[in-house]
């Protein structure tokens, strides 16, 4: 059953076990390092970003997301740990959703990978909540005082990804195009998608 993970712990044995690997020169921090960027920026993100692009250009699987997150998802082979139970908010003229782990640090690996630094700082954890709008501010977000701003606590069960609203101007390009403008933030929502040049 999937819990809050105990942050401490974990971290406290992986930072041993790399000093270790390091002294004994079987492991360089350095490739490390690099592994751990590509998982965080390139590989998991993209993952989340072709369940966002299949969505904008098929409207039975949107439905399918909205409805049924887990199973939508795992139509397209992203699954297991830390995205079992997954629910997809849209982000609308209406509504502009975002999401947090308050307690730690939960987020939904298949679709995003590993999150980022600033997603398990205590800062981002505490503001989110009192100042969603001050937040996202300093990602270089506004939205308008007509759109309802939802912050998302992660619970113990469910892993939340945010379905971010189709930019203007991209009515020609094909899903892997549209895959491409999609970013790690938009789908965490404190990120929103440009308009195409
Ligand atoms: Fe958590």
Known sequence: MPTHAK???????????????????????????????TFEHKIGPRNGARVVAKAWVDPAYRQRLLT????????????????????VLENTDEVH???VCTLCSCYPWPTLGLPP????????????VADPRGVLAEF??????TTEVRVWDTTA??????????????DGL????LAALVTRDSMIGVGV?????
């Open 7 to 37: 942050e401490a712990d974990p971290a406290l044995r992986v930072k041993v076990l790399e000093s270790i690997l390091t002294e004994k020169g079987l492991i360089d921090p350095k490739a490390l390092d690099a592994l751990v960027d």
């Open 68 to 87: 049924d997150g887990t199973a939508a998802i795992k139509e397209l082979g992203y699954s297991g740990l830390q995205g079992e139970d997954m629910v």
């Open 97 to 99: 959703n975002m999401v």
């Open 117 to 128: 630094v600033w997603y398990k700082s205590a800062p981002y954890r505490a503001r989110v």
């Open 140 to 145: 270089g977000v506004t939205i308008p005082e």
């Open 157 to 170: 069960e469910l892993r939340y990804l945010v379905l971010p609203k189709r930019p203007e101007g991209t």
């Open 174 to 177: 094909s899903e892997e195009q």
């Open 193 to 197: 998608l440009a308009a195409a040049a």
